[in-house]
DNA sequence: ATTTAACCGAGACGGTACGTCGCGTCTTCAA
DNA sequence: TTGAAGACGCGACGTACCGTCTCGGTTAAAT
C-alpha cells in the first residue's frame, strides 16, 4: 500500500538534480560576469557541461532560469541584509548606504542593470526584484518598528520599501550616483 | 563661394532628413508593436525603406535610435502632465493617477517594460526616462510648491521625485497594480 | 530437463513478437510515406508504440530494421513477379515493362529511390535490392530458358540479370522515364 | 552605351566567387574523406572559412552543393576516361576494368556509394551519375563504333551504355566484386 | 515460493546538426 | 558623399534525432 498523498511517480529516468544545479550555477556565474543580455542559453550549456535541450527541457527562456538562480540564492548571496540594532532609522540609512555604494560602484552597475532588465522582461525575476537587493528583509524591518512603537503606528510600510527600492532603481537607471548624505535624506523624508 | 558664417559643409550630398524622420518614426512605431527586444536595426531598416547602413552611419546603436525618438517626442507624445491647479497634493495625486492608470493598463505594461529595458542598457535612454514619464515637470511642480510657501520650504525635491517615479518602475516590474488609494497615500508620505 | 537440441534458453522475459511485428510495420510505413531519410528510429518507436531501446537492443541501425521489413516482405509485397508463359522474351519484357511502369510513376519514383538510398548504405539491403526487384526470379526464369533450350546455352544469365536491373536503377537515378519500345530492345540487345 | 544583352546588374555586392569556390572545394574534399552522409553543412562551412548562410543563400541542399563540385569537376577530376584505340570491344573492356577496380577497392567503395545515395536523393546529380562514371565518354565511343562502320549499325547504343554503368552500380550495391572475366564476358554480351 | 535475469514502456541525458535570424561590416551602383 | 541594396563572417536561436542510460514494472526460468 502506498502512502497517503504520495505522487504516483511516472516511468522513466528522473529529473537530473546535478543538472538542474549545474545550469543555475553556470547561469549566475555567466550572469556576474557577462551580464543578461551576454547571457545565452548555449553559454549556459557549455559552461554547465549540459546539452542545450537539457535547458530547454525544463525551462521556457533565459530569464526563467535567472529567476531560479535568484530563488535558489545564487545571485547576490549574503547581499544587502537589513541591520536590527533598535534604530530603525540608522538600520534603514546603513542598509540604503550599502545598497548605494554597491549600485554606484562602476564594477557592478552593469550587474544591477542587467537585473533590472531581467526583471522587465520576466515576471518571475520581477516579482522578486526587491527581494533580492533586500526588500523582503526591509518590509519585516519596519513592519518590527512599527509593531514595537518605534515609529508611527500608521506608516504605511509598502509604499515606503516601494520609495526607496524604486528610488535606487531609477537612479540606478539615469546613472545618478548617491552623495553622502543620500540615504540619510531618504530615511528623513520617509520615517518622520 | 560659401556665406561667411556658414558651416564649411563637405562636398557631396547632405544627410537626408527624409530617412532620418523614416527610421524615427518605424522605431517607435515597431518599439510599440513589437517591444525594445524585439526591435531589430534590420525590422527597423526595412519598415523604414532604408538600408542598414544609413542607420548605422549616423546611430551607434539601436538604443540611441530610440533614444533619440523619445526625445523627438514620437514615443509617449503628450503623456503625463502634470497639472498645476494651486493645491500640489491634488496635482501629484492627478498625476500618478494617471500613470499608474498607463501603467496598469495590460496593453501598455509591456511597453513600459521595454522603456525600463531600454534605459537599463541605454545611458540615454535612462537619462531620460524620469523625463518621459513626467519627471522633470514633476520637479519643476514640486519646486513651485516649495517657492510658493504652499509646502515645507525645506522639503527634499529631487527625493521626492525619486521616490514617486521610482515606486511607479520597482511595481511595474512586479507587476503589482495600483489600488485607488495608492497615489494619495504616496503624496501623503513625501509631502507631509 | 530441455528437449534435445532446444536452445537452452536463458531465463527472463522472452522477446515480444509484437513489439517486433508493430516494428517492421510501422517501419515499413513510414518508409513508404517519408522515405528513407526522413524515416527516424524515434519515429518508429512512436509509430510503433514501443520504446527506443526495445528497437536498439534488436537492430543495430535503421538500415538493419528496413531490411528485415524488405525480407518479411511487409515492403512492396506481391510486386514484380516474372511470368513464365513459355516466351521467355515476351516473359523479361512483361516483367520490365511492369517494373519501368512502377519506377516512372511519379509517386513510387521517391520510393525506388528511397529504396537504392537504403541499398547504398546498408549491405543486408544493397543484397536484396535486385531480390526486391524481382532480380531472383528473373534469374530462375532465365536459367529455365537456357536448360530448356530456349535460349542460348552459354547465355551469361548473372550477367544479363545485371544489366537489366541496373539498367532499371541507373535509369530512376537519372529519372529517365522508359519508352514503350524500351523493354523490348533491352530484352532483345541481351538474348539473343 | 551598354552591350546588347548585358545584364543590368543589380545593386549590392556581388556574389563572392571565392567563396563558391572555397565551398565546392571544402565539399569535395569532405565527400571524398567522410562520404555523403557524413558530410554536413557546417562542415562544409567550417572548411570553407564560410559562414552558413552563405551556403543556404546560393543552394537549397548539400546534395545541390554536391551536385554542382561534380560539374565543376572537383569530383573524381580525370577518373574514368574511356580509350580509343579502335578497337572498341578492347575499350569498353579496358575502362570496364578501370571502373571495377576502383568500384572493387574497399577504400573507394563507399565513395561510390555516396555518390549513389545522393543521387538517389538529388536529381541533378542523378542526371549527371553516369557522365561521373564516364558514361557520356563511352556513349560517344560506341556512337564512334558505330559510324564506323566497326559495330553493327543498329546497335541501340544507350542501352548498351545503360546496361554497363547499371551493371556496375547494381553490383557495388550488392558488394558483388567483379572477377578477371567479367568485363569481358559483358562486353561480349552487348556488342556482338 | 523466492530470487533473479531479461524484457518492455517511458523518458532524461550529452551530443551533433539543422535551418533561420539578426548583427555589424563591406562592396556596388545611382543620384 | 549619401543612400538603397544586398553579400559576407559570425554568433545564437530553438528543434529534431542520435545512441545511451536510468527508472518502474512484468515475465519466466532457476533456485
Redesign the pocket.
Known sequence: MTEAGAVP????????ET??RAILKAASSLFATRGYDHL????IAAEA??????I???WP??GSVVAEALLEGELLPGHFEVPATGDVRADLTAWLEDLSRFVDDPGNAPFIRSLVTAAAENADIGARLDEALGGSELTTRVEDAVASGEIWARTPVQEVVDALVGAVVTRALRRVPATPDTAERFVHLLLR
Chains 1, 2, 3, 4 share one sequence.
Do not use: C, D, P
Open positions: 511517480r511516472r516511468r522513466g529516468a528522473a529529473r537530473s543538472a538542474r545565452t542559453i548555449e553559454g557541461g549540459v546539452a542545450k535541450q537539457t530547454y527541457r525544463w527562456s533565459k
